[in-house]
């Protein structure tokens, strides 16, 4: 089964997901597995809100469940780890300190990619951003020496 992910544009000042906002939710989510499921065969569908907040609809299945965007992207811990090492080996070799960089080179959603960066100005690899936005990498690999 395939899974789709979509995040709703629309603006909403309450992040609250009571039952009226699921059922707008769902109801777009219902209409979207019919429809993908004709092109790709069965697929899930999940639809999130700018706050992380939505629905997952499943082929062939009437309910539809709410959920907090943490609930389905948090990674294990082992996980987070072996990625940041990844990341601050192409930050290292690179010495790009972009967080788009990272979002392309690692393929992972903007906000983890942030953060990624943001741990990596913690632990001393690369600079606070300047004054237009921009960081150096700090830390560079070093040629080896024999």
């Keep these: 089964m395939k899974i789709v992910a979509l995040t709703s544009g629309r603006a909403d000042t309450d992040g609250a997901l009571d039952e009226q906002k699921l059922n707008a939710l769902g109801v777009n989510a219902l209409n979207l597995v019919g429809s993908l499921t004709a092109a790709l065969g069965p697929v899930a569908v999940l639809l999130k809100d700018q706050h992380g907040l939505g629905v997952m609809v499943n082929a062939g299945e ?21 990625l940041y090492q990844r990341a601050v080996g192409l930050l290292v070799t690179t010495g790009k300190a972009s967080t788009s960089h990272l979002q392309n080179k690692l393929m992972i959603r903007y906000n983890l990619a942030a953060r990624l960066i943001e741990r990596a100005e913690d632990d001393g690899i690369v600079s606070r951003p300047n004054g237009v936005g921009r960081r150096d990498v700090i830390l560079r690999s070093q040629p080896v020496k024999s």
């Design 62 to 82: 009437a309910s539809i469940v709410g959920f907090s965007a943490d609930e389905v992207t948090e990674e294990p811990q082992e996980d987070r780890e072996a």
